[in-house]
């Protein structure tokens, strides 16, 4: 039971650094976001703080099953001015079951110091994720045509080293 805890664990950790082997996470609902609703990420894969992994997930929990609460729960759903804050270095993996991101892109809804930046990142399968842009400023927009990809269903937050990114929510723009 320990060495298959260490063992997702350790997959998760490659997810998070963009190593492991893809998950199998079908798109739902055909591909499209409900009529018009705003999106928001709604599953917390992974995070660290002060370079401690926690996975949150050994798969991506189906459209309509609540994922279970893990760590940064206040970046999911809509900005609502609850914050998570990452620390130096720190990172933040978020999913959409139940929608993807169009080539509109994203908004990240987070309130950003002078001199922080973090990398943001989007994947269509969870491991192999492409940069879309720096969050350097606050509540930025990055659009997936950057990368020329048209869809992606999660992204990653990496700190860039100052830390105090609080980042209140994940918007997939549609």
Do not use: H
């Not at 664990?9 to 018009?36: K, T, Y």
């Amino acid at each position: 039971m320990l060495a298959m805890a260490r063992r997702c664990a350790f997959l998760l950790l490659g997810a998070l650094l963009g190593c492991a082997e893809p998950p199998s996470v079908p798109f739902p609902n055909g591909n499209e976001a409900d009529g018009g609703a705003r999106v928001f990420a709604d599953t917390i894969i992974a995070y660290s703080m002060g370079g401690q992994l926690t996975s949150c997930l050994t798969s991506l929990p189906q459209c309509g099953d609540l994922p279970p609460s893990c760590g940064p729960n206040a970046v999911l759903g809509a900005n609502d001015g609850t914050t998570f804050s990452l620390g130096a270095n720190d990172k933040m993996e978020l999913g959409f079951r139940c929608n993807v991101i169009n080539v509109d892109g994203i908004e990240v809804w987070a309130q950003v110091p002078a001199g922080a930046a973090a990398v943001v990142e989007v994947s269509q399968d969870g491991s192999e994720y492409k940069s879309i842009g720096v969050l350097d400023s606050s509540n930025k927009s990055f659009p997936l045509t950057i990368i020329s990809w048209y869809r992606a269903r999660f992204v990653r937050i990496s700190d860039q080293g100052t830390g105090g990114i609080a980042i209140d929510a994940v918007e997939a723009l549609q």
